[in-house]
């Protein structure tokens, strides 16, 4: 079995480090380059099932970007008259002393470099299990590759200038991280150590100093402090087994999560912002997914923002997340899998990213959102932030307001067929990085369409009753359509 990488660094090594990843980044490897060269649409579509065809047909040409994808991306191993086409003596000898890089007639990684936009970030491999490093039993204390839902929560999350931040199930950092650039000072928990070392060599590879990490459950090394943006990408996969410590969060996948939200209300500071990625199962005919939020926060007046990504069956969950070694081990591991999701009433588990804000009373009482979109493949936490926006404004609309519409719209109209004829409108804004469907009934259509330029609420008012449409409709309207961002306060008349 091939060592781990021992995620320790030296000041020398750590000077040195830092330099090897600029010059990484300056042969382009990072996210967008890797995802082109790689023939992908979005780095989360990654599969190592794949890893042959990638290396066979996208890296073919053995330049350096190539060679760091293989190497560092793709757990490959590179002859030595590779790896000194890609690093000098100096780096390999840094790479080799901080336990990245292992060495002898070939080079292997021991920890694998994701490129997350332009910053390049260490954590454990992604396909543990593969010939190398080649464990037949993934180490329990494992730190979370930046897959599918890493990308989903960096992309969703807020931007916007903070205080304070704190990354809960930190994992590499890579939340912590991020936050660093627009934070002044961040927090990173983790109940692991070896995942709190592995952010702690993070912050040192890539000069981050306004980082702290500690080792703790969850809000327990923070108690008593609040924060003004909270990330977390917790243990949320509703497992029969209790082997992965990232990944498992009990039969019904909500043992961590449930604590989480229960201890926002002790730790979210005011006008702050905390976002969880996560899966939720669902059940037909039960309750919501917004009322068991509302249940976990113990009546803390929040507003929430739910924002479903994918749907699995349970049939398929089952299918994905099953293992075995021979035929019948597989069909036991997802009888073991399927049953346990029917223990627990499940018929489908939902990708979610779910955002916090403290209600203001000055808007009515703390409401709950549902929008659905295919995963972002580019930063859309303002369109986060404005849909709490849109919402709160859709509840306090000023009679003197200035409307327009909030950009492009696409609108699919489609004739449905039977006893009576009806018609079904979708409504869509381009360009936005979440592609959200809204449906529309006859009037918010027809407001939208007649919207060629700003307008007056009274004067928009005025001329749906001079055609037999009373005020109150039309107000519900521009109000489902402020909610919904099709349509926008300009200013104040």
Known sequence: MTERASFSLDRADARVLRETISKLKAIGYVETNVKDRLGLDDLADLNWRHVPMYRAERLASRHPLALAIDLLLLQGALPKNELDQLFAPAEQDALRQSGILAIDETARARASLFPVGDRPIFSDHAWPELPHPGYTTVPADHVMAIGQDSRHLARCTTRRPFRTALDLCTGSGIHALLASAHTERV????????????????????????????????????????????????????????????????????????????????????????????????????????????????GAPMDIHILRLREHSAATYAVGHAKGDDYQATLDSIGEWAANLRAQGYTR????????????????????????????????????????LAERLSHHLQANEILSRSGPIALLDAQVLGQNLSAKTKATVLGRALSIEHQLDPLEREIVVQMER??????????????????PAVLAAVRSLLRNQLIRVTHQS
Not at 454 to 471: C, H, K, M, N, S
């Open 187 to 298: 927090f990173a928990v983790d109940i692991n150590p070896r995942a709190a070392s592995c952010t702690c060599f993070n912050a040192q590879a890539l000069g981050i100093e306004n980082l702290e990490v500690a080792v703790g459950d969850l809000f327990e090394p923070v108690s008593g402090k609040r924060f003004d943006l909270i990330t977390a990408n917790p243990p949320f996969v509703p497992s029969p087994l209790d082997v992965l410590r990232f990944r498992d969060g009990g039969r019904s996948g909500e043992d961590v999560q449930k604590r989480i939200v229960a201890g926002l209300a002790d730790h979210l500071a005011p006008g702050g912002m905390a976002q969880i990625v996560t899966e939720l199962g669902e059940r037909d005919g039960g309750e919501s997914i917004a009322h068991r939020l509302r249940e976990w926060l113990h």
């Open 349 to 388: 588990v939902i990708s979610l990213v779910i955002s916090f804000q403290w209600s203001d009373p000055a808007f009515g009482p703390p409401w709950e959102r549902v929008d659905q979109a295919p995963p972002p493949r580019r930063e859309a936490g303002a369109e986060i932030e404005a849909a709490f």
């Open 454 to 471: 700003p307008v007056a609420l009274p004067e928009l008012i005025r001329g749906f009753q001079d055609r037999g449409v009373d005020e």
